[in-house]
């Protein structure tokens, strides 16, 4: 029996063409040029304020713009989740751990109540025993508070692993010092350079990792 917690986008959910639907409008307005899907995969990973920032740097926009950008992108968030879509075998794979015994925690950079809405539109907001996001603490990852937090929200039991996508991710479990296993076919593609105790590419090989280390 394990903690296990996971990241949300690019890890189990490909939420970046809803998030380049909100990034376009407030672009649109601005008379800024759109953002492609890749550069908005590029650009998420810290949180919504990095993002708003990588949006003003990459359109040469007015700094001062970042308040009302942020206010404009979180009026959108949480509806913002028809384009949105689960990698393959994540909700089976996410319900077979659970029937083996461990327990699931989601610690992502998304603002919690847009990670909520999304969940509960994927119908996947029972999977998990405790959800942590990007405005839950004061603090984002890679700072390790968040997971601590997470696991501790499952309690004081099991062995302790976090599965994610990106840098962000393995920055903060190697913060954390909890071993980090890496989603290959997320937003960071083959993952090259990271630091992790194993990488997979398909959920199907996950079961076999955590049964690896717990
Ligand atoms: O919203 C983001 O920027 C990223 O969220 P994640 O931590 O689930 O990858
Ligand atoms: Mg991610």
């Known amino acids: 029996m394990a903690r296990l917690v996971f990241d949300l986008d690019g890890t189990l959910i490909d939420s970046a063409p809803d998030v380049r639907g909100i990034a376009n409008g407030i672009l649109a307005a601005l008379e800024a040029r ?5 550069e908005t995969r590029r650009f998420m990973g810290e949180g919504v304020p990095t993002f708003v920032d990588r949006m003003i740097a990459s359109r040469e926009l007015d700094p001062c713009l970042k308040p009302r950008m942020l206010t404009e992108f979180m009026k959108h968030y949480d509806t913002a989740v028809e384009l949105t879509r ?6 089976e794979i996410l319900a077979s751990l659970s029937t083996e015994g461990h327990r699931l925690g989601l610690c992502t950079n998304k603002p919690e109540r847009p990670a909520r809405a999304v969940l509960r539109h994927l119908d996947l907001d029972g999977a998990f ?28 039991v099991g062995a302790q692993i976090y599965i994610g996508d990106s840098e962000t991710d393995a920055e903060t479990a190697l913060r954390a010092d909890v071993p980090f296993l890496l989603y290959t ?11 992790c105790r194993a990488a997979f ?7 076999a990792l955590v049964a690896r280390l717990s």
């Open 201 to 207: 590419s398909d959920f199907a090989e996950l079961p």
């Open 34 to 38: 759109p953002l492609s899907l890749p």
């Open 129 to 156: 025993d405790a959800i942590v996001g990007g405005d839950t603490l004061n603090r984002r990852k890679p700072d390790p508070a968040p997971l601590h937090s997470t696991f501790d929200r499952l309690g004081d």
């Open 86 to 91: 689960v990698y393959p075998g994540v909700p």
């Open 185 to 195: 076919n997320g937003y960071r593609k083959g993952g090259g350079g990271l630091t």
